[in-house]
Every structure is written in structure tokens, then in C-alpha cells.
């Protein structure tokens, strides 16, 4: 196969979260220690910093990898979902996986994945911990999944662990309180394996702190860090809570022996995070005159604080592209949106994608009025067609709606 029909088979035999939802999610580590075992246990062959948490775990992750990559090492990057090409979910120095090595992984391991049942997202963890550790990576920056005790990930040990915040979303997998869901998130914390947490409340700190101590493993919390924030190419309002937090990481990464990331490293890593790892997607400015922002912010939290943002631009009319995913909760995050708004209302071509009609009657009972949408494509030039130069344009609701438009 080559690359293309190589994906095409990735995407249709493994199942696959991001395309299917809860049909795809595997709640078990078995098939991913499997995975490890064939491949080696390439997770062992390679230093690493585990990141977790419901909003800012992808921030986080490109901060560290950017500030590492300044440092002189080479860094390897897992996040995901990806916005526009798989291989943007593993990466070294900021570069993508070569094609070939995705089509020679799956050449090499077809049969084990369709024999034992991969999921998509257990089958990616492998990949790209085998090329992290065939590349001889001084360090990897992984971020987690979904959830944290039995994500996939979770096969790592660290040098530490962060998790940035809890919130509530993903909530038919982790529970429905922020206490269970904490719980869930805490399952990355390991024996003697300092942890740093980003963000706290009243019902998560106390997981953390039980969680830590169960396992005697030192924690801190970014709150406690006393600092100036350096400035950051990333340039949501939320991200101070993320350079907080990855500062606090590399302190904690500096008490370890052999580990010593100089204060210029940090500021020049996180003024050239974009230009390290590639990141995208995260208050994006992707025109001006309209101004024209994406931002994949999706659940309740992550929205609260783009929307917060958003209101303090100076505009004439806003203009925003909205289309989000089946399972979100729209009774928590649609009265978070401005009424004053003129809405684009559709759907993003995933499988998961809410239905744009039923999207726009249900924003209708709060008060936000726009029409339906066959694509993100034709919604966004709709928008852009009726935006005056002091208009402000916005895309977002879903990581899927933001990736059609980049």
C-alpha cells in the first residue's frame, strides 16, 4: 500500500475515536501492552513528561516540547486528534513522521492489528512510540488521550507527570462528577513519580493529594510557582494557566539529575512554539479586516474562556461559524455564546457530527439566531461574504469544525 491507501485502511478497519466516538473507545490497557510487547517495548527505550487534564493538555504538551527543542535535545511530540494530516499526532523537532515509516509500521503489522482488534488510537500510540524509540529521542512530551488511568498512553513512566485541569466533559467514559472524573485523570500519577498539577477546585485537589500519596509521589502545583510569565506566540487569554503550568513542569524537570533548561531557553521556546512544534488551532488569527479567529476550544470550560476573549475584541457585528459534535451537552455550552451574534450554523464531516438543523433549533431556545449550513466550507464563506472590515469572524465548537477551514 502506499500512503494514502495505507490511511484509507487505518481510518476503516481500526475504529476509531475521533470518527466514531463511543463505539471506537477501548477501556482497557490489554491490546495496547499487547502492542508494546510485539513492538519491543519501545516506551522503555526513551525518556518522557506524561501530560493529562481536560483543557490545555495540547498547549501544554507544545510548550514543553518547543522550550526541550530550544534546549538542544530532540523531543518527540505525541498529541491528538489531529487537525488536517495524521502524521501531525507524532512528530520530532517539530517535524512530522515521514509517510514511508507510517506505510512501513502498518506493512509490517497488519495482521497483529487486525488479529488482535486494535483501536485506532492504541494502533497510533504504537507507531509512534516505535519511531520515538528508533530515532533515539532524548525525550518525549506525551499527551494523553482521553481520560488518563486507561488511556493508552498510560503504559509510559515518566520522569513526571502533569494534568492541567479538570473539567467536565467526556463524562459517559469518566464519570459524571469532577471528583470521578479527577480520579480518572489522577490514574497517571505513578509510584515515586513527581506530578505537577496545573489547576485546581475544592473536589479535585483532594483526589490529587490522596492519589499522590498513595503513591508517594511528590506533587506540585503551578499555583505555588512564583514567576514572571514569559510571553508566548500562543496568544489566548487562557494560556497564561498553561505557561504557569509548564514552567512549574521544567522546575520540577530541573531537580531531576542531568536535567538543567536554562531561563533564555524557556523565554525563546515559548516565544517560537508555532514555529517549533506547528501548532495550530489555538486562538488562531487567520485574517484581518475581517478579523477572522478559529479556536478548537469544545467543552464547557475550554468555550467559557474562548467566549470570554472573544467578547473583548472590538468589532461592529460578530460572525460565528459554529458546528460541534454529537455528544456535547448543548444545555451547558450554548448559553454560553452571545446572543448579539449572527450564527453559521453546520456540521463538520465527521461521523460524530450534530446534524446542523438540529444544532439550529436548539440554539434557537437560547436566543441565537443564524441559518443552516450544508458545510463548514460554504458556512465560513457565507460569513465571510456578509463580514463589513470591522466585523469579527469566529470558528469554532469543535476541533473538526476549526480542521476544515485551516
Known amino acids: 500500500m502506499n500512503y494514502s491507501e495505507t490511511l484509507t485502511w487505518m481510518f476503516e478497519k481500526l475504529p476509531m475515536y475521533q470518527r466514531l466516538g463511543k463505539a471506537a473507545f477501548k477501556k482497557d490497557l490489554t491490546n ?47 498529541t491528538s486528534p489531529h487537525l488536517k494530516d495524521f502524521r501531525e499526532r507524532i512528530k520530532i523537532n517539530g517535524q512530522e513522521i515521514p509517510e514511508q515509516d507510517v506505510v512501513d509500521f502498518i506493512g509490517h503489522h497488519q495482521t497483529f492489528l487486525e488479529t488482535q482488534q486494535l483501536s485506532f488510537f492504541e494502533m497510533t500510540v504504537g507507531m509512534a512510540f516505535d519511531y520515538f524509540a528508533k530515532q533515539q529521542i532524548d525525550i518525549a512530551i506525551i499527551e494523553v488521550g482521553l481520560g488518563g488511568r486507561l488511556d493508552s498512553t498510560n503504559i509510559i513512566t515518566p520522569l513526571l507527570s502533569v494534568i492541567t485541569n479538570i473539567g467536565l466533559d467526556h463524562m459517559a467514559f469518566l464519570g459524571d462528577t469532577l471528583e470521578k ?39 506540585y502545583f503551578a499555583r505555588d510557582l512564583e514567576a514572571l510569565l514569559p510571553d508566548c506566540d500562543l496568544k489566548g487569554s487562557y494560556q497564561k494557566n498553561n505557561i504557569r503550568t509548564a514552567l512549574q513542569a521544567l522546575a520540577v524537570l530541573n531537580k531531576i539529575e542531568g536535567w538543567a533548561i536554562k531561563k533564555a531557553e524557556i523565554e525563546n521556546g515559548l516565544a517560537n512554539v508555532k514555529l517549533n512544534t506547528r501548532f495550530q488551532g489555538r486562538w488562531e488569527i487567520l485574517g484581518k479586516q475581517p478579523k477572522i479567529i478559529a479556536d478548537t476550544g469544545h467543552n464547557e470550560e475550554g468555550l467559557r474562556l474562548v467566549i470570554k476573549q472573544l467578547l473583548q475584541e472590538s468589532y461592529q457585528q460578530l ?62 464563506k457565507t460569513a465571510k461574504l456578509a463580514a463589513k472590515a470591522s466585523d469579527v469572524i469566529f470558528i469554532g465548537g469543535s476541533t473538526f469544525t476549526v480542521a476544515e477551514i485551516l
Open 319 to 380: 460572525h460565528i461559524v459554529l458546528g460541534v459534535v454529537n455528544d456535547k451537552d448543548l444545555d451547558k455550552i450554548l448559553p454560553l455564546f452571545p446572543k448579539q451574534a449572527l450564527y453559521y450554523f453546520c456540521k463538520p464531516e465527521v461521523p460524530r457530527g450534530m446534524d446542523a438543523e438540529y444544532l439550529q433549533k436548539k440554539a434557537e431556545d437560547f436566543f441565537l439566531n443564524g441559518g443552516v449550513f450544508t458545510s463548514v466550507v460554504d458556512a465560513f
Open 181 to 219: 472524573i479527577a480520579g480518572e485523570k489522577a490514574g497517571i500519577i505513578k509510584q515515586n513519580i513527581p506530578v505537577v498539577i496545573g489547576e485546581t477546585v475544592p473536589e479535585t485537589q483532594s483526589v490529587f493529594l490522596n492519589k499522590a500519596k498513595a503513591e508517594t509521589a511528590p506533587i
Open 32 to 78: 495496547t501492552l499487547e502492542l508494546s510487547k510485539e513492538l519491543g517495548f519501545p516506551e522503555q527505550q526513551f525518556k518522557s513528561i506524561h501530560v493529562g487534564g481536560t483543557n490545555g493538555k495540547g498547549s501544554v504538551s507544545h510548550m514543553l516540547a518547543s522550550i526541550l527543542q530550544t534546549s538542544g535535545y530532540k523531543v518527540g511530540l505525541y
